[in-house]
Nanobody
């Protein structure tokens, strides 16, 4: 089970930190990711981090502003979001993948999803 938290309403330029808590004892065996879905749009990849931390990928629109991290001892995935823009407004989802591919960024690659947390960035 994946449970996100940390969403909210902020002004452009502000920061938020999203967290995803995973239940169970196999968190470290999954590639983890953040996706987001804006109203009327498809769910899109935001960032992913591999099991051993050595493979991290971001969508171009968040590079330099967002940082994904994980704490395998605490079964927690995080997304630090800085310099937020109105176009970052979306529901953000945590996801877990059993895939061992080097790059895992597609919705269909992920096996488990959280319920989402809303982020609203006003201009």
């Amino acid at each position: 089970q994946l449970v996100e938290s940390g969403g909210g309403v902020v002004q452009a330029g502000a920061s938020l930190r999203l967290s995803c808590r995973a239940s169970g004892r196999t968190f470290s065996t999954y590639t983890m990711a953040w996706f987001r879905q804006a109203p009327g749009k498809e769910r899109e990849f935001v960032a992913t981090i591999s099991r051993n931390f050595n493979n991290i990928n971001y969508v171009d629109s968040v590079k330099g502003r967002f940082t994904i991290s994980r704490d395998n001892a605490k079964n927690t995935l995080s997304l630090q979001m800085d310099s937020l823009k109105p176009e970052d407004t979306a529901v953000y989802f945590c996801a877990a993948s059993q895939s061992y591919e080097a790059v895992v960024i597609h919705v269909q690659d992920f096996d488990y999803w959280g319920q989402g947390t809303q982020v609203i960035v006003s201009s």
